[in-house]
T-cell receptor, first 117, second 112 residues
């Protein structure tokens, strides 16, 4: 069964508004979660690493003020897309490792399809 | 910079027609190579992890193998339900913990 839950699965918003996406680990604690973005027929691109109790680490080229990440508990990370624009329309996917070894696989949520009109 | 190249981009098979998907990688020391399956509109589903050259993993009709430069995902007697995009990802030694670099995937279609 699913080990990572993501909500909402789809969201449509108007340009200039903000959207919050939630990612929850089910039945395990995740001190680290990862946020990816995927464009059609493209690979998953890591946006940021969410760290419980501390600031997120953003990949080069990702605006931290636009993509706000909060990891306030060991089972929940949120991604807020602020002042969304049509170019932010994409498929956003969160993930977390369920096991401790650092080469453990990541388990992914089912993604959020964001459409900005 | 870590790189992952998957081929072919798309593959059409008849049910029962076995084939292989390729994942070539360049990484500064491999910590792990991961295969995922992704259905349309869904997040990737974990299939296998391979850690060292020569290692093989199997699950139902799928078998993953690893060399120092590439990995293969062999599909034996596929069924229509095996249709999906198969993603390969690598994790490098010395990199951030758990961080993965993905290829673009191979879109597999199995016709009945």
């Amino acid at each position: 069964g699913a080990v990572v839950s993501q909500h909402p699965s789809r969201v449509i918003c108007k340009s200039g508004t903000s959207v919050k996406i939630e990612c929850r680990s089910l039945d395990f604690q995740a001190t680290t979660m990862f946020w990816y973005r995927q464009f059609p027929k493209q690979s998953l691109m890591l946006m940021a690493t969410s760290n419980e109790g501390s600031k997120a680490t953003y990949e080069q080229g990702v605006e931290k003020d636009k993509f706000l990440i909060n990891h306030a508990s060991l089972t929940l990370s949120t991604l807020t897309v602020t002042s969304a624009h049509p170019e932010d329309s994409s498929f956003y996917i969160c993930s977390a490792p369920r096991d401790r070894p650092h080469n453990s696989p990541l388990h992914f949520g089912n993604g959020t399809r964001l459409t900005v009109t | 910079e870590d790189q992952v190249t998957q081929s072919p981009e798309a593959l059409r098979l008849q049910e029962g027609e076995s084939s292989s998907l390729n994942c070539s990688y360049t990484v500064s020391g491999l910590r792990g190579l991961f295969w995922y399956r992704q259905d349309p509109g869904k997040g990737p589903e974990f299939l296998f992890t391979l850690y060292s050259a020569g290692e093989e993993k199997e699950k139902e009709r799928l078998k993953a193998t690893l060399t120092k430069k590439e990995s293969f995902l062999h599909i034996t007697a596929p069924k229509p339900e095996d249709s999906a995009t198969y993603l390969c990802a690598v994790q490098a030694r010395g990199g951030s913990n758990y961080k993965l670099t993905f290829g673009k995937g191979t879109l597999l279609t199995v016709n009945p």
